[in-house]
DNA sequence: CGAGCCCTTGAACGCCGTCAAACTCAGTGG
DNA sequence: CCACTGAGTTTGACGGCGTTCAAGGGCTCG
């Protein structure tokens, strides 16, 4: 388990120059094209990675959540590909990307645990990927959830069954590659299905094997 | 240009363990699933890694080009999530995953150039997400000649406005989240618009103005 | 010369987007 | 206390983009 990373490497961490920040809600973290010197680890609250075209549709890349850690991409491009605002507020520890660097090459557990976060992000990205490239609009929506599940579970956020979401239904929509509009019918249909509610940001996965067959989700590349 | 890492740290690499090895045509690289111990440069050839679903569709992650590194995303997860097998016949320079660890935390420019390679493909799969997500059946297909000119280009493998991709049409829509049927249709349409020809293995693009606009093609992410 | 793979094209279907309207609810100010 | 606003949700009607199914083409290879 290397969610807790403050705590897993605590003594190296504190060598390290950290400051809590916080970003109110709606306001971002980072944006495209900026240079990006921080990097910062998500203590309470939801954000998210993502990216606008020029004809103004957005892709969420990305939803981070506590104990995540944002910026890890920025490790090695010196300009950011994309953006990543507040969902909620956020509360942070910020580090120096270059310093962060710097103890990552002299500390063995220190860059396993930083490749380990990174590896994960990355298997996220090809799981949406073969989402939004694969799956039909009900199953992606099904396997959303699953992943958001397994992730909060990790957490200690709530269980694998129930869970609170404090997401819009556009913001999932533009990681799903759905317009808001679709995914609300998808969601109606999981409902009158008996599987999966989504209310008021709480969702209740009401029979996980078969929404797991639907989704043709399998967990492990969460860990 | 980060693409020549054999030369880059030559000395460097001498030092690991490397061993040519060859991948013919159609062969597996890695398997989904099982544990990789090992990294490979591709030094001529293209492969391709990918992903099969239950429902037996595949959605490809990507496609690897001589100067790439193929099992990046294996140097901290055991067991790999995704497949990838041979395209053309495959040449490689084999390194064992630990060696180049151990290598890694212990010199700052070989880590600097593999968490480089790492940062692009991540960028690459960030674009591909937005493509299947936002953006249509053409403008996908018009992206994806332009990125693949771009990559080449830095190879020297061809010009930016003509080059060899020796993928079938098959490969190329598992990749676009299309189907063969619809990827030729569009291929069509970009030649009867007089922007791309990709005619037995050989892509001529001819205005390459007018295809960046429809792509909304923005090539920093390659470097 | 047949088998297999890939490319090409047509016809019809259906998933999902677009457009539009109504509703809830929190916040704001009169 | 209530009108007003704006953001988010919900639902219906309709159209189109992309899939599915089907057939025929060229090519290489045995």
Redesign the interface.
């Known amino acids: 388990m290397h969610l807790a990373l403050l705590a897993l490497d605590e003594g190296l961490l504190k060598s390290l120059e950290i400051r809590s920040r916080v970003f109110e809600k709606g306001t971002d973290i980072y944006e495209e094209g900026r240079a990006c010197r921080k990097v910062y680890i998500v203590t309470t609250g939801w954000a998210c990675s993502y ?1 606008i ?3 103004g ?3 969420v ?1 990305d939803f981070k959540l506590p104990g995540d850690i944002i910026g890890l ?1 920025a ?3 010196i ?1 950011s ?2 953006s990543c605002f507040a969902t909620t507020r956020v509360e942070t520890a910020e580090i120096n990307t270059l310093d962060l660097i710097h103890a ?5 557990r220190l ?2 645990s930083i ?2 976060a ?2 994960r992000d ?2 996220m ?6 989402s ?4 039909s609009a009900l199953e992606r929506t099904a396997h959303f959830f699953l992943e958001l599940a397994e992730r909060l579970a990790l957490r200690g956020m709530g269980s694998k069954t129930a869970f609170d979401c404090p997401l819009s239904q556009f913001l999932i929509a533009d990681s ?2 759905l317009t808001a509009v679709h995914l609300n019918r998808m969601l109606r249909t999981l409902r009158e299905m008996n599987l999966l509610t989504f209310h008021e940001g709480h969702v209740h996965i009401l029979d996980q094997e078969r929404l797991t067959q639907l989704a ?1 989700f399998e967990n ?2 969460l860990e």
């Not at 939004?132 to 799956?135: L, N, T």
């Open positions: 990216k075209m020029r004809s549709s957005r892709q890349i991409q490790l090695n491009v300009r590909g994309h990552f090459t002299a500390n063995d860059a396993t490749l380990g990174a590896s990355d298997a990205l090809v799981e949406r990927l073969v939004v490239g694969r799956r799903l590659g043709d492990s590349y």
